[in-house]
């Protein structure tokens, strides 16, 4: 009676277009068939891909794992022996980056590469900030000398970020005091040029021309001249 039973089963089965199989045994098999794998090897692939169906559905990403499965086992095939799945590439990518979300960077395009050394300074994660850390890469970066342009020169920008720091802008007047210290900020640009212009273009150019207008530390004189003759320029760089 059992073995009507069963034998009735698989007849409707048959009969109504229905597969006995899941997809995952469907992969499997048809893997197996062709690489000749002993029944241990059918039940790991087994196994293994019904853990990755339950990692995906955990990670909401069954429509990923279901394109993927899918072309596994209607787009790959036999050849040679060989269960070739290359044609899934793009499927399993999806799959892949759904389950391993890049990590994320606070600091990506920041023109400094922040992954971790020795490309970056490893304030993100390996992969979270690639358009910065596609860059030349520095074979003696984190050596303890800056060899980027500002440094020795042997490496490209941005490619010896251990070594060299980036520097933080200054406000109107620390520029003026220090210019070696870092950019002049954005912000501050159109003040310094005023501060500058009146010390360098007009009455103040004799006593300003060693220091501000060759790029070095303004000097007292140099600045009480531009507080005489360019008082707003002055105030306005002092208070920024």
């Known amino acids: 009676m059992t073995l009507l039973f069963l034998a009735a089963a698989s007849l409707f089965a048959a009969c109504s277009g229905e597969d006995p199989q899941t997809p995952e045994e469907k992969y499997c098999n048809q893997r197996c068939d062709c690489n000749k794998c002993t029944d241990e090897e059918r039940a790991s692939c087994l196994d293994d891909k019904v853990n990755e169906k339950d990692e ?67 304030l993100c994660a390996s992969g979270s900030d690639t358009a910065d850390c596609a860059i030349p890469t520095c074979p003696s970066a984190g050596d303890g000398f800056c060899d980027e342009p500002e440094g020795s020169g042997l490496c490209a920008e941005g490619s010896d970020p251990l070594d060299c720091p980036a520097q933080t802008c200054q406000a109107c007047y620390d520029y003026a005091l220090s210019p070696t210290s870092g950019p002049v900020c954005d912000a ?35 600045d009480d001249c531009i507080a005489e003759f360019c008082a707003s320029a002055h105030t306005a760089c002092h208070a920024d």
């Open 56 to 122: 995906a559905a955990d990670a909401d990403c069954k429509d990923e794992y279901s394109t993927y499965l899918t072309c596994l086992t209607n787009d790959a095939a036999c050849s040679d022996g060989d269960y070739d799945e290359s044609v899934c590439f793009a499927e399993e990518s999806d799959l892949g980056s759904c389950l391993n979300p890049a990590p994320t960077c606070n600091l990506v395009n920041n023109g400094v590469c922040n992954e971790p050394a020795p490309k970056g300074d490893g």
């Open 188 to 222: 501050s640009l159109s003040l310094f040029s005023a501060y500058y212009e009146c010390g360098c273009s007009g009455t103040c150019a004799d006593v300003c021309q060693v220091t501000l207008c060759s790029g070095f530390s303004v000097e007292a004189t140099c």
